[in-house]
């Protein structure tokens, strides 16, 4: 090999290098998202592990929806390597059902149907900490949707990072 051949070789890897960096710069723009779908979706499993072991059909059923919703909304952020659109559309929806749901759920731990949906509250001292729990959820749900209109706008942090790079590329 010449000097010519290797100083391309040496070009095009580092151009293939940028762009992979690139690639993952756009990925990681959804870290903090995929991060709480993925919160979601274990508490629901825990909810529906425990529901489980109560017996209690109608914990089981919601939890199992919710869980189901979290893992599909999971598989589309995961195809954001591969995709540069900014919207995430099933994860809005996603976001915006488990906020309804934490809602309904949290009104419904003060009525007599608690019983049936958590088996497991066992004393005021669990609500309260269940009730904690949900209004985490909302305020989570609330920071995603917030962080998704960042990013359709192009007004997240990571937007500016991906194009100070792409115009100083190696």
């Known amino acids: 090999m010449n000097k010519e051949e290797v100083a391309r070789e040496k070009t095009e890897a580092a151009k293939k290098k940028h762009e992979a960096s690139i690639k993952y710069l756009y990925f990681s723009r ?82 007599s149907l608690k019983k049936e949906i958590f088996p497991f509250i066992i004393n005021q001292d669990t609500m309260y900490f269940m009730l904690g729990f949900l209004l985490i959820g909302i305020f989570l749900c609330l920071l995603c949707e917030y962080r998704i209109r960042q990013i359709i706008k192009n007004q997240d942090r990571y937007y500016k990072v991906i194009e100070t790079f792409k115009q100083h590329q190696q």
């Open 30 to 111: 959804y870290l903090m998202i995929r991060y709480v779908v993925t919160i979601f979706l274990f508490s629901n499993l825990m909810w529906f592990i425990i529901s489980a072991y109560y017996g209690s059909r109608v914990g089981i059923f919601a939890a199992l929806i919710m869980d189901i919703y979290s893992a599909v909304a999971s598989f589309e952020q995961l195809s954001k390597m591969h995709n540069r659109k900014r919207d995430i559309p099933i994860t809005r929806v996603y976001l915006y059902v488990q906020l309804a749901f934490n809602i309904i759920l949290g009104i419904l731990l003060f009525t």
